[in-house]
């Protein structure tokens, strides 16, 4: 008998996970509340395919960055293209750490990038300058992919509002399924972990040449992305950006909501200000073009933990996404919950060889 999936959410994790399943010859269907996939956060960022450079405070995060983005560009070759002159800058002053330690650990944790001393775009207040290989990601033809992939599985304009576990299977809007995999980071059912909303507003510029990507580590600091189009870039800043901490996802959006104009315009001359510290010739090259607003879930603690977590409680397994690099993460995990699930065998084994020595099994 086929197993049936449930997944709510159609962003990067549940449209990655709902076809990886899928292939594997499970039954799946995914319930998405927008009009149209990758509608929220997988459709609202800084479209970087993160290789690791952004984490130097946490070891895992920037392991499952390396490995994500590998195996990303082996399965969606098409979904990412190059950053000519990605630029990762240490500032002399504002760094948590400095560029001798930046670079120790970008070494250690087995990334390749290229030093240079070379300063074409005039950056000043620098301690030292990396070129990384990282990617942007092509959401439009991301989109277009899994809508079409994804075809009769997917509901669109379909809001989950109720869940209901008993003991034969678990209920979507009252459609039973074996399993449920909630895709939607912690915004339909709660998280085991200790997490705060935060809503969030990068701003987007227009460039009319090819401009570099420069992002400012480690700490309270800002980043210039490009997007899928060559010419649109994201200025993004760790201690702007961010609209608050708050405890659930609805309090998130009613902050969001009630953002004004005004506010915007406060936080853009902050943005502004703060980059051109660094690159005085921002405003030359850079027009502003709108706001772009979205909503993260973020484990509560200072060592900037990005990884990707799963949690099952019976048939219900929710997913905190970490990047969009850590999909495949995601995708492990649930498979190995359902392994245990479908086959009763636990992966966790407690040890017997203190016994066996003693009764001299061998
Ligand atoms: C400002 C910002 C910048 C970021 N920059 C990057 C970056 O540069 N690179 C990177 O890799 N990651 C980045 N991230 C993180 C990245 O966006 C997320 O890891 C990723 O999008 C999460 O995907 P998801 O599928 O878990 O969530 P989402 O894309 O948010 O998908 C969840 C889906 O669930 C749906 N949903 C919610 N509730 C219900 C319900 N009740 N019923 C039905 N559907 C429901 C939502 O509509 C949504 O479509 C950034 C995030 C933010 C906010």
């Known amino acids: 008998m086929t197993t049936k999936i449930g997944i ?3 962003g990067w994790y549940g449209c990655h996970i709902g076809l990886s399943l899928r292939a594997l010859g499970f039954e799946v269907q995914i319930f998405e509340k927008n009009k149209r996939v990758l509608h929220e956060a997988s459709g609202n960022n800084q479209f970087r395919l993160h290789l690791g450079f952004h984490y130097a405070r946490h070891h895992s995060t920037r392991i ?31 760094s948590l750490i400095d560029f001798q330690t930046y670079r120790l650990i970008m070494s250690s944790s087995g990334l390749d990038y290229t030093e ?3 300063n074409n775009l005039g950056l000043r207040n620098i301690d030292g300058i990396i070129i990384s290989p990282e990617r942007v990601l092509l959401i439009a033809q991301a989109r277009k992919y899994f809508t079409e992939s994804l075809s009769k599985d997917l509901q669109l304009n379909t809001d989950v509002t109720n869940l209901e576990i008993n003991s034969k299977n678990i209920k979507i809007n009252g459609s039973p399924f074996d399993f449920v ?7 339909f059912s709660s998280l085991p972990i200790n997490c705060y909303y935060e809503p969030t507003l990068l701003l987007y510029y227009e460039c009319g040449t090819q401009f570099p990507a420069l992002t400012l580590v480690d700490g ?3 980043s210039l992305y490009p997007t899928e189009d060559p010419n649109i870039y994201t200025l993004s800043s760790v201690p702007h950006t961010p609209i608050g901490r708050y405890k659930t996802a609805l309090e998130a959006r009613a902050a969001l909501a009630a953002l004004s104009q005004q506010e915007i315009n ?35 603690g200072n060592a900037d933990d990005r990884s990707c977590y ?28 359902l392994e245990t699930a479908l086959t009763g065998i636990s992966m966790r ?5 203190r016994r066996e020595i003693e009764i001299g099994a061998f």
């Not at 995999?181 to 915004?187: E, K, N, R, V």
């Open 220 to 222: 309270p600091l800002g």
């Open 181 to 187: 995999i909630d895709c939607t980071w912690g915004h």
């Open 8 to 10: 709510i959410g159609a």
């Open 64 to 94: 499952q960055s390396r490995d994500g983005f590998m195996r990303f560009i082996e399965r969606y070759p098409g979904f990412s293209r190059e950053v000519p002159d990605n630029i990762y800058a240490v500032p002399r002053l504002e």
């Open 266 to 300: 406060k936080k853009r001359l902050l943005m502004e200000d703060q980059i051109k510290y660094y690159l005085p010739s921002f405003g030359d090259h850079m027009r502003y073009i709108g706001p772009q607003f979205a909503i993260k879930t973020k484990p509560v």
């Open 349 to 353: 084994a407690e040890s017997s060889l």
């Open 116 to 118: 240079t001393k070379e």
């Open 310 to 337: 799963v949690f099952r409680s019976d048939r219900l397994m929710t997913v905190l996404s970490g990047k969009i690099d850590t999909i495949f993460h995601a995708q492990e995990r649930v498979l190995n919950f």
